[in-house]
């Protein structure tokens, strides 16, 4: 049975004889016989290559609900975007798939200014001066901001708006029970952080929002940025990278960290991972930065060169005091989202934000012409994502589109929990939540709608 | 000519290795206003003026700039870029605790393939019975393989793998009305390991290695009480060698009432020959990345599943893919789960992958790659221990440490010289200066997929760097001359932060 | 160490370029026996043995070897010659008579659907109506870009479809009552026409070139009568120039009743600006790889489809794909067929690609590509002529020869060691000495996807070349240098035939 | 428009302005304007990449037979072999891919080197001391030999035998309109040429037969030699290279020259091209040899290196002299060759050899124990490919195969040539060719056969 081992049973004795051993089994002498496995593992024989390539496919076809069987209408912080064939064909190239960390920068200039090519984007988009080399996903980024700020402002009581990803938050609250840190959620009223609700309490160190919302809504970054001020919080913005090349940066509007999730920039859906954490922050903030920051000097020959930098925050040098514990983190996507933007150029971002917009918009008009279809809320603009209530329960009528080829949206039902301050109760059953990017057409969009009608007439 | 010669033309290739100079200009420095690469599908939706759309404070006057080029010039660029990258299709990279195998290309055609690559994570259970399945034989696979009882694929890689068990074990302590403040770690532990633990709410105390290089039992004894809600360990120990006390440790640790994080990221040296749960792990993360053949991306992607035993199962995060009664698969939520540890569901290619893997190995052979890994290290260990002494000379598991101390005081090389130094004999290096308490550590994990070919050669290469520090001390000290650049001032990066291109036209501006 | 240590280790980089060596053994010298890559699909058909299958005397007794290589180093292998190896995606490869154009990467993702690629070309029309409208789709198009009726698709390449319309020029006379033997060729012609028109029977008649660089009127008017079956004309002819005459030349062509035969190698330069048909030609070959964007492969694979006028069309090769009258596709073999010139279709994933870059294109986007074509090859004339004069130093069209002769007066370089040392600043080298009947030509066709900043550095190496061979021509003759190997010794290559391993290994034992 | 040019408006101004030219239109002022284009070329607008790639998606989802959605079992020539991932992944690489003819040897050792290691495996399976570095196709490739064929031996008259590949004889008889050579059609007898159906005809300078020849059959090479030598013939064997290294090399049993199709070395089915034409000759006939051939030689450092070599054969130096006008050839199938022989190695390469072998025996094993399906040459050992004879119209067994969901041969009616000297007028039209590789496994098979029980038996 082939694998992926150079082995012939003549070098094995040959190793084995250098080593003065006589079996494979001296090997691993030093562990207890009684602790070692008897048997073999409880696994499936091994198969070759083309079979289990065959089993896995069959599988795949299982997934009849991937974006290239039915038309994606979902998002949610996880859309459908268009990745061409020659960025997946530069993502793809094996020295940077099959290198690690650049340990040893003067073999590894590739990687690094792939790198530092993707901080200087992100740092751009978020209007801030540094971008670390990526995080693992949006979440993982809200976690490491408010680390962050607590941090800075050594104050552990966070006011986390309900705008912000419900899975995001909950993560949030996860890794609370280790830090300790005081969640205070923030509700939403119109889509917009009511910071009046929770006046009163403990001053936070902390204001993170969501920009858009995960709801397609926008804040008032100037207000959130006063609220900061007047507590003296630091300002955490979780922002939409394709919204933001149009809209004004949250940089530039105050925030002290802005996170996001990156997938939108050259990584397809993934069933949810690997994705893409963005983190930049102020220059005041640069040695609590989380994870890797590659940084441009010289070598010994005067020649630019590029290096992992600012390393004492790291948790291989600084251990129990480093500013995070990430070590591994999502390069490969870091330099694919370089690749992507590169694709994309000034205008090409520009231009598929917004046609998201546009046609997230239409989609939204199209919908809710249709009678016991409304707006989650109405007259409020929204971009990127809108929710719809309609009179059916929203997993059903999901199902229902299904049928019909479409993946219609997330039952908010299905993202938040019970009592989120982000919707109101009495609909968030019955309210689904849609987006449409830059590859959803207008046919599509009318056939939806259609369906739908169909759906709720029924 | 009215032309900005100072544009970085994109058709130069001079920054090719192949062709001999060494500078890639930055995407940014090939920009053109107006060029472009980009082509979107034609959707026939009405255009409408943004400002309709968008609240007018909230939009920018002009859009972020990226970069202008054409297609052209992007495919030259990061092809380029390729070429200044070393890494393992290129050749032997032995770099400690990293586990840089070979990864078979079968994985990345299934991780391509539209039936998993396209799938929304949101996409109900219904629509997705085919992730839910790979998710369950996934974990049900890596149960098998560690002796635990259930498992959360949620985290992202190793270190986020810790922190979730770290939580997983307050929980489990808390839920018997249990509150302990402090985490016991050897110091030969990874970076990780201690950052986890402050970032869990838990206090390290550091255990000393013994002159074994093992945990310090005494030490260890010492340590215990019931204020210690667990140790974590790495076995074998980042050292490269077996905690032979294991069982020893594990009933003095359960003793006091803690519990057993098992450290997996050295996973590749036990697979079928022993299981951390028959050790008596409670808690363990596996680097899918590193055991399982994902490819390390220049720095991740990886997955850091988590495994634990019967009594901390109810903890574990959720929602958790599971076969349901009616024999479809669905989504549940462990009883007392600590709630999410990630935006979805975890790193679902890399878990794709690793299933593949595991699927083509199966259980014999997945012991074979363990064997294979042992005997590599153990033939190297042995082959250049006359220049390089392994810190622990005896038998070691999928890696050995090595110590140029000697080397050092002989002839003023050190570990980070023999390092570079190698770069030009066309090896990557290994990790140096980890463990931390080994002096001038050289760690060389050569993995199974690395022939006794390609170890003689690097045996050789360190033969002949020792040779040459003998003779040529400076040879080291100037390495490495043949790559794209040479030893780079750190320093300075420090200094003199550049973390991004506007940071640089700032400063020379 | 018993170790074989000659053995090449498939796991070490330093032939890598980006590690400053040169030198990757052969995969037979990385073989050692025992070890294996393949995997092959669990069938459980009952094995036999193949001595009772297969006849006794034709059996041999071992196999015959190949090489024994792991996975593992089968990749580091093929990675690493392929950093020795320069191409378009690494940089400007101004190569004339060859368009080396980016090729668009969508065009390899097309090729690489299973819906094309994995379809045997034997599959009945009724399983294959997708591919047999590509087939016709391209037909259409090749002939509306080229004013022509009808055309094949079998041919695999230029130089086949050059031969193809040999025969088809015959075919026409023959059914004629007409045998003619001449064929007319300018000396400027690529060397394929002449070889083509051996192998289609005719005897080769040069036609020189005057002091324009076009087909000398008279000299061409002297050579005509009946016995000439034709002209064989590239225009732009492979000077870069458009044959002005060209009406002239086919009236006086026609007149003798020979037809006129356009090698399409250089449509590059006119698309949507004139057709060959509208010429006057009767039949054309293209060169799919060069204008319609297939990567070149090294050496090919490319496809040349052969069009031609009404005339014509009753003897092209069969079966063709057509539209039937119920609106399906089917095959047809044309009346006065000349048979099949390809075992199959033709180069199938190749006609794919063209038909897709030509849809991306549409008509406008076509005329753009010659246009940009244009003005870059002669923007860079212009740029390069003080030290590189053109050979006619007018308006070129998509490509420019220029002439070396006054450099090499100068200064003893010649064009090879310009050649030579272009390659050291980062760019493929032009063409040399190639049209033959330029002294010391240099023919480089940019192509539209550089840019100006890519000319403009090119016009840079090519000044400091200049400079440098009247200051210092030994850098010249040395060059290159910082390549993985060296100006080769191709006298000895041809002297000491060594074209396999084997005869190698025979030589050395 | 984007499109894959660089050139802003800005520049294009600039560039005319230095050619002192006002408008791109002058560029063309040498070409007479009554024959310009007017109104530009009558083709579809263009459409974005993404319009594109569903369109062409769609074509070939029509493509209903392909080996990805229905079973194969046809041959004759074009195989359905594993390619696996690796080897797909490597032959894509792009330096391999968008390189062209190493002209400049220095910095093109990457496709020499590779197709050094082509060439010794072509020659190794052919048994012969040199192979060039590849032809268009296996027709190609026997056009080429019989022209290198006739030059030695300075006759022109060719044996060509009827278990040569159908097409590639029509093809050799195109070419023989140019070249005049006579090409004489040598029938099979059992599978077997049968030469003294030819005998007393003008002495052949050339004789070409198939081995296996394409109905699977086995010529007596010894045989064939002996008939080359009584009339001072080369001797040109068109070989199957998979066959080939399970089988006595025919340069070991006298070829001269070894000719083949290589499609079955990694390159896919590809709906017939591009393939690979394989071509090995003896030392003798080196400077006769089509195409191009690298060699070893040493740079002037000494170190190793490869170069293209006897040039002085080639179009491009020799014009009308040439051994052969070929320029492009199908060096990435040759590359992808050298690539999949690698991974396949000497035992895998045997063991898909074996496999084809004992597959398409059982294959016809259960399709001849079917009432009224017969081998078309019965008691007559096949390899790789067989024939079977149904009581229906062959076509209308394939087209009702289809409907179960197999490519279940082809019909010997759309190989050949009516009167064809391979087969038996009387069966031609019933009778189909069918293969097994390696891929196919018994349950399949066991399914082709049960499925054309039922079509028979209707
Ligand atoms: C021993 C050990 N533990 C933990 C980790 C952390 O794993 P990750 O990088 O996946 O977060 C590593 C990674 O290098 C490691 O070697
Ligand atoms: C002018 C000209 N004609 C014909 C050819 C032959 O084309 P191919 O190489 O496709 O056979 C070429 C190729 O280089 C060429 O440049």
Chains 1, 4 share one sequence.
């Not at chain 1, 993560?171 to 969640?183: E, S």
């Not at chain 1, 858009?212 to 913005?237: I, K, Q, S, W």
Request: proline share 6%.
């Amino acid at each position: 049975m082939p694998d992926y081992t150079p082995h012939t049973d003549a070098e094995i004795d040959m190793m084995l004889g250098f080593l003065g051993l006589d079996s494979v089994e001296e090997l691993f002498a030093a562990i207890p016989a009684a602790l070692q496995v008897s048997g073999g593992l409880d696994l499936p024989q091994g198969i070759p290559e083309p079979d289990v390539a065959y089993a896995m496919e069959s599988l795949a076809k299982l997934n009849t609900g991937g974006a290239s069987s039915m038309v994606c209408f979902a998002g949610a912080g996880a859309y459908d975007h268009e990745i061409p064939p020659v960025v997946r064909a530069l993502g793809g190239r094996s020295e940077f798939v099959t290198a690690y960390t650049p340990y040893q920068p003067e073999v590894a200039q590739g990687v690094l200014q792939a790198i530092f090519e993707y901080q200087t984007l992100v740092a751009r988009l978020a209007g801030l001066p540094v971008a670390n080399a990526s995080l693992y996903d949006g979440s993982a980024s809200v976690v490491e901001a408010i680390n962050l700020a607590v941090s800075a402002s050594r104050r552990a009581v966070v006011h986390l708006s309900a705008g912000v990803h419900p899975h995001w938050r909950s993560v949030v609250k996860t890794y609370a029970r280790g830090t300790g840190h005081t969640i205070v959620d923030v509700p939403l009223v119109n889509g917009v952080s009511n910071f009046d609700a929770v006046a009163g309490g403990e001053a936070p160190g902390v204001v993170v929002v969501g920009y858009p919302t995960y709801l397609g809504t926008f804040e008032d970054l100037g207000d959130v940025r006063r609220h900061c001020d007047e507590t003296g919080a630091l300002m955490v913005v979780a922002a939409d990278p394709i919204m933001a090349s149009i809209l004004k940066t949250p940089g530039s509007q105050g925030a002290d960290v802005v996170v996001g999730e990156g997938q939108s920039l050259g990584t397809p859906l993934s069933y949810g991972g690997p994705y893409l954490g963005l983190f930049a922050c102020t220059l005041e903030q640069v040695r609590r930065l989380p994870g890797r920051l590659v940084g441009e000097t010289l070598d010994i020959e005067g020649r630019r060169a590029y290096v992992t930098t600012l390393r004492a925050r790291e948790q291989d040098i600084r251990r129990e005091k480093a500013t995070s514990n990430v070590c591994s983190n999502q390069t490969l996507m870091a330099v694919v989202a370089a690749i992507q933007l590169g694709w994309l150029g000034t205008h090409g971002l520009a231009q598929v934000a917004t046609r998201c917009v546009t046609a997230t918009r239409y989609l939204s008009d199209q919908v809710t012409a249709i009678d016991g279809v409304t707006p989650l809320l109405p007259g409020v603009p929204v971009a990127r994502d809108v929710a719809v209530t309609t009179p059916l329960d929203a997993s059903v009528v999901l199902d229902r589109l299904a049928d019909e080829g479409f993946l219609g949206g997330l039952a908010l039902s299905s993202l938040t929990d019970e009592g989120d301050g982000s919707v109101d109760a009495s609909v968030r059953d019955r309210t689904i939540l849609m987006s449409a990017t830059e590859r959803r057409t207008r046919t599509e969009i009318d056939a939806l709608a259609a369906a739908l009608t169909k759906v709720v007439s029924r | 000519m009215n032309l900005a010669t100072s544009a970085a033309p994109g058709g130069r290739a001079a920054s090719t290795p192949l062709l001999g100079d060494a500078r890639e200009p930055t995407i940014f420095e090939m920009s053109v206003p107006g060029r472009s690469a980009y082509q979107l599908r034609t959707t026939g939706i009405p255009e409408r003026p943004l400002s309709e759309l968008i609240p007018s404070g909230a939009l920018a006057d002009s859009p972020v700039p990226i970069a202008e080029v054409s297609e052209r010039d992007l495919v030259a660029h990061f092809t380029r870029l390729s070429h200044r990258q070393f890494s393992v299709d290129l050749g032997a990279y032995p770099l400690g605790s990293c586990t840089m195998k070979y990864n078979p290309k079968l994985c990345d055609t299934i991780a391509a393939m539209p039936g998993l690559a396209d799938v929304h994570p949101g996409a109900p259970a219904s629509l997705t019975q085919g992730w839910l399945a790979i998710l369950v034989e996934l974990e049900e696979s890596l149960c098998e393989i560690t002796g635990m009882a259930a498992a959360t694929l949620q985290p992202s890689a190793g270190a986020a793998g810790e922190l979730t068990g770290l939580l997983l074990m307050g929980a489990y302590h808390e839920a018997n009305g249990d509150r302990r403040r402090r985490v016991l770690i050897p110091d030969s532990a990874h970076g990780t390991n201690p950052a986890s633990a402050t970032l869990g709410g838990y206090d390290v105390t550091t255990i000393p290695t013994d002159e074994r290089g093992l945990v310090d039992l005494d030490a260890l004894r010492a340590a215990l009480d019931t204020d210690v809600a667990g140790i974590m360990l790495t076995n074998p120990n980042t050292a490269g060698m077996f905690e032979e006390d294991i069982a020893e440790i594990a009933a003095a640790v359960h003793e006091v009432g803690g519990l057993l994080y098992y450290d997996g990221a050295n996973l590749n040296a036990i697979l079928g020959v022993v299981r951390p749960g028959d050790m008596g792990f409670d808690i363990i993360h596996m680097n899918l990345h590193k055991t399982f053949a994902t490819p390390h991306g220049g720095g991740g992607p990886g997955a850091g599943p988590v495994a634990v035993s019967q009594r901390v199962a109810d903890f574990l995060p959720g929602p958790k893919a599971a076969r349901l009664a009616d024999g479809s698969y669905g989504w549940i939520t462990p009883e007392r789960s600590i709630g999410r540890v990630h935006g979805w569901h975890g790193n679902a290619l890399v878990i794709a992958r690793a299933l593949t893997y595991i699927k083509v190995h199966g259980g014999d052979g997945l012991r074979r790659v363990s064997e294979r890994a042992v005997l590599n290290a153990n033939w190297l260990r042995k082959r250049i221990s006359k220049n390089f002494p392994a810190a622990y000379d005896r038998m070691c598991m999928h890696e050995v440490v090595v110590t140029g101390t000697e080397l050092k005081r002989q002839t003023g090389a050190k570990a980070i010289d023999v390092a570079k130094r190698l770069l030009e004999e066309g090896f990557h290096s290994p990790t140096v200066y980890f463990p931390l308490i080994i002096d001038e550590a050289l760690m060389f994990e050569p993995t199974e997929t690395e022939s006794l070919q390609t170890l003689e050669a690097l045996a050789e290469s360190l033969d002949r760097i020792a040779d040459e520090a003998r003779v040529a001390p400076e040879n080291l000290h100037a390495a490495p001359r043949t790559t794209p650049v040479r030893r780079v001032d750190e320093a300075r990066a420090a200094r003199t932060l550049v973390p991004t291109q506007d940071a640089r036209i700032e400063e020379s501006g």
